[in-house]
């Protein structure tokens, strides 16, 4: 019986300091560099005081710059090839086959339409 609980006991300490170490290597692998803070940290502390200084010149303006902060974003994420998919998804209504065989070459997405090297015939 006690051999029983003493090997219990040590298996759920090596359980415990195997989460421990594999927690320690989690944080190594997701730790950024002290610069790379220091930047993240000090443009944290610009958009802060532009939102300050945006909100202290009313709700108008405040508007405002919460509409250009969401632009920036989106532009940031948004790429030439996902806004050509995104327009060419809404002339033909998503359907693939019929973007990849598009007859419109006097369209200016023309050569650039997504899908035309997709194999897939199950489009
Ligand atoms: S290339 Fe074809 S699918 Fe794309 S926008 Fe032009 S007409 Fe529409």
Redesign the pocket.
């Known amino acids: 019986m006690q051999s029983l609980k003493s090997n219990m006991v040590s298996k759920v300490t090596k359980q415990q300091s195997f989460n421990s170490s594999k927690q320690e290597s989690l944080k190594k692998k997701r730790s950024v560099s002290p610069e790379v803070q220091e930047k993240g940290k000090a443009a944290l502390a610009e958009w802060r005081a532009a939102r300050a200084k945006a909100k202290a010149l009313g709700p108008a303006a405040f508007q405002g710059w919460e509409w250009q902060e969401e632009r920036k974003k989106a532009l940031k994420k948004t790429t030439p090839m996902m806004a050509?998919k995104a327009?060419?998804?809404?002339?033909?209504s998503g359907c693939r086959k019929?973007?990849k065989n598009?007859?419109?070459k006097q369209?200016?997405?023309?050569i650039?339409?997504?899908y035309q090297d997709d194999n897939d015939e199950t489009l």
């Open positions: 050509i327009f060419c998804n809404e002339c033909l019929d973007i598009c007859t419109a369209c200016s997405l023309y650039y339409r997504p």
